[in-house]
């Protein structure tokens, strides 16, 4: 019984920056592993990023290390992505997701019991 609402995504340069946010509510966020997939078209979804329910521990995808920062506030019940140095291959619907049961970081999409609608980013070059 959660509920998650993207926002943020647009059209950037390659080499540009955006920051994407995910609202939640219907549960206590603190109590939510959050992670962000995302799917290009006739891609399958992937994982990207993932944040403990505290805050204090993160996991991202090889293709994103070092230019993305997944990061959280739960006063605020929202869960953002940061992606710095972006390039065309970034380019994808990028989903929000949360986990209510599992302990540790997943990046497997059936580890994750609430997704998102969904937001566009569009790389160009």
């Known amino acids: 019984q959660v509920q998650l609402v993207e926002s943020g995504g647009g059209l950037v340069q390659a080499g540009g920056s955006l920051r994407l946010s995910c609202a939640a509510s219907?549960?206590?966020?603190?109590?939510?592993?959050m992670g962000w997939f995302r799917q290009a078209p006739g891609k399958e979804r992937e994982f990207v990023a993932a944040?403990?329910?505290?805050?204090?521990?993160?996991y991202y995808a090889y293709s994103v290390n070092d230019r993305f920062t997944i990061s959280r506030d739960n006063a605020k019940n929202t869960v953002y992505l940061q992606m710095n140095s972006l390039i065309p291959e970034d380019t994808a619907v990028y989903y929000c997701a949360a986990d209510s049961s599992r302990g540790e970081l997943g990046s497997q999409r059936y580890e994750y019991d609430y997704w998102g609608q969904g937001t566009q980013v569009t790389v160009s070059a």
């Open positions: 219907g549960r206590t966020f603190s109590s939510l592993a």
């Open positions: 944040i403990s329910r505290s805050g204090s521990s993160t």
